[in-house]
């Protein structure tokens, strides 16, 4: 608003107050209180003080120029620094009313690092100032700051600084989708079903074998001269440890075999399904916002059902070496996704992750997790819908985002 408006048709209030003279060294004391308390006021935007102006309650004035030399805006600025913390900025500068009655106009920009308070002892007496001591515009008046009056300033600086802008949540490596179709991905058999399948072909044709060696020595016996047939199976292992193939196993050990041979093949099974052929997914996070999420954990829930399964590590593809190559080649270490897979709980029938993310930037599309999950989805599934139920949670947001996401199980993916 236009200065001689202000000054016309303007009452002193909250954010704007009238002085008849201009402020000098003997009251810069009052100058501290009154640009403290200003600063301090419960509202936002820009405070003034007409220097120069004496207000009546009923709104009439009288204009009492500035005759005296005009104090710079630089000398308050520095009395305003050495004194008031936080640092404050202050703009002093001429006006002419009706344009030739000089007046000061001080203005107090919008400021939001409040409570602001003098930082060292100024003046003497009744015109000191002591560190610590603090005040509050409100109405016409100033008021000492209370403990209250700095609850409201912390309480109000909180919900300025919320996070209230959007988060979307989608599938990684998908146009921002919520849905994601998935096939069964379960193998018709596993590396234990096909070597349960060799050892029972091969005690199948044993048994046949001892079949007709019953029957050569009937012969013999009924026709000497002719020899019988002697199993030619025994069980070998090279002495370094090498298994020796099944077709060099006794048939009791290949019935030993075929009783262990899901807790033989577990490693093996567990690659199968939850490396080689499993869906590797993610979900990303993209701030639309302005700022940054702070200090962001999103926790994941998902049911935990029959025919749909999560890995709970990354499970590397097994190598069967004998003790000298072992010792030969050494013991790998542990792959960056092998370190950094996602760990989850069991709670009420549910997978639960909880991952940390950190400052979420604006625009900037980030993984929730370092490392894809791996899902593998069985067959019986077809046509079902899971959820995947997401929940952000940041230092400046008020309340948690919430979102879910669907995985469709269908015969072709999509």
């Given amino acids: 608003m236009d200065i001689d408006d ?78 008031i913390e936080p640092d404050l900025r202050i703009d002093y500068y001429a006006h002419k009313y009706k344009g030739n ?29 002591r560190p610590g001591e603090s005040f509050i515009r409100k109405g016409t008046a100033t008021f000492p700051l209370m403990r209250k009056d700095i609850d409201k300033m912390f309480e109000q600086r909180k919900q300025q600084d919320a996070f209230n802008h959007t988060i979307t949540c989608y599938f990684s490596g998908t146009d921002l989708n919520k849905e994601l179709c998935l096939k069964p991905n379960v193998p018709q058999k596993l590396t234990s079903q096909r070597k349960a399948d060799e050892i029972q072909a091969i005690l199948a044709r044993r048994e046949k074998e ?52 899901n807790k033989t093949y577990k490693d093996d099974d567990c690659y199968e399904l939850f490396e080689k052929h499993s869906a590797k997914i993610n979900i990303t996070l993209l701030n639309e916002g302005t ?28 190598v069967y070496r004998s003790i000298a190559e072992t010792l030969s080649h050494g013991i790998r270490p542990a792959s960056h996704d092998e370190l950094n897979y996602p760990k989850y709980e069991e709670q009420n029938g549910d997978y639960v992750f909880r991952q940390h993310i950190g400052d979420l930037r604006h625009l900037q599309p980030t993984d929730i997790f370092d490392v894809p999950l791996r899902l593998v989805i069985g067959p019986k599934l077809i046509g079902a819908e ?29």
């Fill in 291 to 318: 700022v940054y999420l702070e200090d962001a954990t999103v926790e994941i829930r998902t049911p935990k059902k029959e025919g749909f399964y999560i890995a709970d590590k990354i499970y590397r593809k097994p």
């Fill in 101 to 129: 009655q000089l007046v000061g106009v001080l203005k107090i920009p919008a400021s939001p690092d409040k409570p602001y308070m003098m930082k060292k002892q100024f003046g003497t007496d009744k015109q000191l100032r």
């Fill in 6 to 83: 202000l000054i016309e048709f303007e009452n002193e209030s909250t954010r704007l107050d009238f002085k008849a003279i201009q402020y000098r060294k003997e009251n810069f004391y009052e100058l501290l209180k009154d640009v403290i308390g200003m600063a301090n006021a419960p509202i936002d935007g820009d405070k003034l003080i007409i220097v120069g102006v004496k207000k009546s309650s009923d709104g009439s004035f009288a204009i009492h120029p500035i005759e005296e030399q005009f104090f710079d805006s630089a000398i308050y600025q520095k009395l305003i620094l050495d004194n």
């Fill in 386 to 414: 899971i959820e995947v139920r997401v929940i952000i949670f940041g230092r400046n947001l008020p309340i948690p985002i919430k979102d879910t996401l669907v995985i469709k199980v269908t015969e072709k993916s999509e």
């Fill in 210 to 261: 001892e079949k007709e060696r019953t029957d050569r020595a009937i012969q013999k016996m009924l026709f000497p001269g002719i020899e019988a047939l002697r199993e030619p199976y025994l069980d070998f292992a090279d002495p370094f440890g090498q298994p020796s193939p099944y077709e060099k196993r006794s048939t009791q050990t290949l019935l030993e075999n075929l009783k262990n041979i």
